[in-house]
């Protein structure tokens, strides 16, 4: 068995040596095929860190009537707190709320002078869970602290939950189909790029046949030819697409790269969609089923 797995992996990596100018072809096409993929990838990537960091800014605002008493408060702050969905209440006072509001005037914070009185009620910060900072989750979370007594008004921005909701089905969805449309386009390409090698050893694969060579035993060197060159094309993919994302910071500064998790990941299914390439051009020829 041992000796079967040396000669598949010894075969392929001869083979890559003896057709040096194929197999550089081959690489270049994937790169450039794979680089696609990897735009794509990065968009996507950064699209959804955008829509994360706006998920963590959601927060319920819970203003308290102006009777409530301190020991009220208290009581109210247990309430939310109990709250499945809550990770963390932080209370503002009506002090605290309009020297935050004077810092956020700036200049003209001196139009506040002519208050003879803080309007401001005394408030609670709710912010929820991780796995409850959606549309559906915030609007039940509401719903349960407004009828709690000593609550004046829950806000949460149910108009701009709303956009945000049908925005981020729409990016799902649209990422979801391009994806699928470039994943596919990407492993054609390359699947047509190591046809190119299966064809330039046709007769090679024709007498391994008569010889009663089986199929896997001839499709495997390929097999791992092409997770080989796809390997290839897929460094040089990141390193070109790493040329463009630090070009592209000039004009959008918050763009980020691939983390070297993400990056790892990316390498394996190059590496899998060139094996898969490599067994689609090679189905036809030896007839498989």
């Not at 010894?10 to 696609?36: N, P, Q």
């Not at 092409?226 to 390193?239: D, I, K, M, N, T």
Request: charged share 20%; with cysteine.
């Amino acid at each position: 068995m041992l000796r079967r797995i040396y000669y598949i992996i010894d075969e392929a990596l001869r083979t890559v040596k003896r057709h040096k100018g194929l197999t550089s072809i081959s690489i270049v096409i994937m790169s450039l095929s794979l680089l696609m993929l990897a735009v794509f990838l990065l968009a996507t990537d950064n699209a959804l860190r955008l829509v994360g960091q706006a998920q963590a800014e959601m927060k319920l605002y819970v203003y308290l009537k102006d009777d409530v008493t301190q020991d009220g408060a208290e009581t109210l702050y247990r309430q939310i707190m109990m709250q499945p969905e809550v990770s963390e209440v932080q209370f503002i006072s009506k002090d605290q709320a309009m020297q935050d509001f004077r810092q956020q005037l700036g200049d003209d914070s001196d139009l506040l002078g002519a208050l003879r009185s803080n309007p401001l009620p005394n408030s609670f910060w709710v912010t929820p869970r991780d796995d409850a900072r959606t549309r559906d989750a915030m609007v039940t979370l509401a719903g349960r602290i407004q009828p709690l007594k000593g609550v004046e008004e829950v806000r949460y921005g149910r108009e701009f939950l709303d956009r945000f909701a049908t925005l981020l089905r729409a990016l799902y969805f649209v990422n979801g189909v391009v994806g699928f449309i470039v994943i596919l386009s990407a492993l054609f390409i390359i699947s047509n790029a190591v046809r190119l090698t299966v064809i330039s050893r046709r007769k090679t694969i024709e007498i391994l046949k008569l010889v009663g060579a089986t199929n896997g035993y001839i499709v495997a060197p390929f097999i791992i030819e092409g997770a080989f060159q796809a390997g290839v094309a897929s460094v040089l993919s990141l390193a070109l697409l790493f040329g463009v994302a630090i070009l592209s910071r000039r004009v959008i500064p918050d763009l980020t790269f691939f983390s070297a998790e993400k990056s790892a990941v990316y390498l394996v299914t190059c590496v899998v969609i060139g094996s898969l390439g490599s067994f689609l051009a090679l189905r036809r020829m030896l007839r498989m089923r």
